[in-house]
């Protein structure tokens, strides 16, 4: 197996929602990224996992909430979202060095009413 | 700090004619350097890397890449071109004080039939 996937696939939710992102790879990766993208844009690095301990926050707001519940599985739960952060969220995952690239998902095409 | 510059936004290429997408990179010490190609509304696919050794890096779906250290460069090369090709292409290197993946701002390339 050498995907990631992304559930779901689109999303479309108000202001005052609360919903989560799921990501999975069964690659044996111990390195897990959360990116958000705009349109023709490049992807903005939001959380990093690494052996499932967050080890880096780009200061993103706290309606975004990261969780890593084993190797396998990254989610991101959303809250009180605002319009602006509609985009495209991409999970990505990687050995754990730097030589390796990341896999990326298909992505969840979020929009916030 | 690490940084990838593609100088053009698009380049526009005929099907069958050989494509270049330019990609210069800005590190201390030894870079690595990463491809990605990413379809609408898709996520980023992996096409090639350098990390070290020969400067012609051969990667998938026929593209190549050349690392030239003396030019900062890691331009991405495919002798003839498809309309499937048609997409838009990251450069990214990474940064071995973060360990993030710095990317460059994308390159839409438009193959013409």
């Known amino acids: 197996d050498t995907e990631v996937t992304q559930t779901p696939k689109h999303l479309v939710m108000g202001m005052t929602n609360k919903k989560s992102l799921k990501c999975e790879q069964h690659m044996g990766h111990r390195a897990m990224y959360w990116y958000k993208q705009k349109a023709k844009k490049p992807p903005e690095l939001m959380f990093v996992y690494s052996y499932e301990k967050l080890s880096i926050n780009e200061s993103v707001p706290s309606r975004f909430s990261p969780e890593c519940p084993n190797s396998s599985l990254l989610n991101l739960h959303l809250h009180a979202l605002q319009p602006e952060d509609s985009a495209l969220y991409l999970c990505a995952s990687s050995l754990q060095d730097r030589a390796y690239e990341q896999f990326f998902g298909p992505g969840t095409r979020l929009t916030v009413l | 700090a690490q940084s990838v510059a593609q100088p053009e936004d698009q380049v526009n290429v005929a099907e069958g004619n050989p494509l270049t997408v330019k990609c210069t990179y800005s590190?201390?010490?030894?870079?690595?350097l990463f491809w990605y190609v990413q379809y609408p509304n898709r996520g980023l696919q992996f096409l090639l890397k350098y990390i070290t050794g020969d400067n012609l890096v051969k990667g998938s779906y026929g593209f190549e890449a050349e690392f030239n250290k003396s030019q900062t460069s890691f331009h991405l090369k495919k002798p003839s071109a498809l309309v499937s090709d048609s997409a838009l292409y990251f450069c990214a290197v990474r940064d071995f004080n973060t360990d993030k993946l710095i990317f460059g701002t994308g390159t839409r390339l438009q193959v013409f039939p």
């Open positions: 590190v201390s010490g030894n870079p690595y």
